[in-house]
C-alpha cells in the first residue's frame, strides 16, 4: 500500500489533484479545468474516469467545483463530497452527491478522511483534509486567510503536506491592477496565506510533530503576486531556522502536471514522472 499525489492545476483559476491512498483513489477539487482536460490527465494515470472513488470539494469557488468536476460525478456517477452546510447552494443537476459533517467518514474501500474547517471568503464551509490509509497520512489545505492557534493539530505527523503559500505581500500591495478593495481581502483573515504566514504555520506544525513530513508541498500561488523561487525560498528558510532543514519542501505547478509524489509504507519517498 501506498500513499501518492499528482497536481494537475494549483492556483487561482484551476484546482484539481489525484490522490491514491490505499487501494482508493480521490480527486481533490476539480475546478477551472475542462473536461477534456481533466479525464486525460486521470487516463494518462492509467486509471479510468469511472474509477475514481471521490471527488472531495473544498469549497463552492469556480476555481474548485466547475463544469469537469460536475460531468465527472454526472457522467460516471463519482461521488462528489461537500459539507453539508454547502448543499443548500448546489444545484444537483444528477450530480451523486454526498454531504459530510465535521466528523471523520470513509470512502472507497477503507480511506478515512478528516474533515476540517479552515476560514475562507467562499459562501458556507470551506474544509482542508486529512485523509488516512494503512497508517499514511496526506493533509492539505488551499484556501484559507490565516492559520488559526489549534490549526496545527490535523497537519500533525502527515507524511504528506500539501499548504497554500498563495502571495508575497510586496508584490500583494504593488499590484496595480487589483483594487484596494481586493488586495484586503486577500490579505485579510478570510483571504489567503502569504508565504510568511505559510512558513510560520509549517513551522508550528513540525514542533507540534513527532517526526518530519516526507514531502511538503506549498500550493495555491498567484500568477502575478508570487513566484516558485519567493514560495520555496520563504518557507525553506523559515524552517532552516527553526532546525528543519531536512524537511522537503516543492512546490506545486499553477498548470500542467506535477509529478507524482509517492510514498510506501517503509516512508520512502518515490518521484515519478
Known amino acids: 500500500m501506498a500513499l501518492a499525489i499528482q497536481v494537475f492545476a494549483s492556483g487561482s483559476s484551476a484546482n484539481a489533484s489525484l490522490i491514491r491512498i490505499g487501494n ?3 480527486l481533490l ?3 477551472g479545468i475542462s473536461w477534456r482536460s481533466l479525464s486525460k490527465h486521470i487516463r494518462r494515470g492509467g486509471i479510468a474516469p469511472g474509477d475514481i472513488s471521490a471527488i472531495l470539494i473544498s469549497h463552492l469557488h469556480a476555481d474548485h467545483l466547475g463544469s469537469a468536476g ?6 460516471h456517477r463519482v461521488p462528489l463530497y461537500t459539507h453539508r452546510e454547502n448543499l443548500s447552494l448546489l444545484e444537483p443537476d444528477g450530480m451523486n452527491l454526498v454531504p459530510f459533517d465535521n466528523e471523520a467518514f470513509t470512502v472507497g474501500s477503507a480511506s478515512h478522511i478528516l ?18 490509509s494503512n ?34 505581500k510586496e508584490l500583494l500591495q504593488g499590484c ?11 490579505g485579510s483573515a478570510v483571504g489567503h496565506l502569504s508565504n510568511v504566514q505559510a512558513a510560520d504555520a509549517l513551522v508550528r506544525i513540525l514542533d507540534a510533530s513527532d517526526r518530519l513530513p516526507k514531502l511538503i508541498l506549498l500550493a495555491h500561488l498567484s500568477a502575478d503576486r508570487n513566484s516558485p523561487e519567493l514560495a520555496l525560498g520563504t ?10 532543514a531536512d524537511a522537503r519542501v516543492e512546490v506545486a505547478p499553477r498548470s500542467g502536471c506535477s509529478p507524482t509524489f509517492r510514498v510506501d509504507e517503509s516512508g520512502s519517498l518515490t518521484l515519478l514522472e
Open 29 to 31: 477539487d476539480a475546478g
Open 176 to 186: 496595480c491592477r487589483l483594487t484596494h478593495e481586493t488586495k484586503t481581502r486577500i
Open 24 to 26: 482508493d483513489v480521490v
Open 70 to 75: 460536475r460531468t465527472l460525478s454526472r457522467k
Open 135 to 168: 497508517g499514511l497520512k496526506l493533509t492539505v489545505a488551499t484556501d484559507l486567510g490565516c492559520f488559526e492557534p489549534g490549526m496545527e493539530r490535523p497537519f500533525r505527523n502527515s507524511d504528506i503536506i500539501m499548504l497554500e503559500s498563495n502571495h508575497d
Open 115 to 132: 474533515p476540517f474547517e479552515v476560514p475562507h471568503d467562499a459562501a458556507a464551509v470551506t474544509c482542508g483534509f486529512s485523509l488516512f
Open 235 to 244: 518557507t525553506t528558510s523559515a524552517l532552516a531556522n527553526a532546525g528543519y
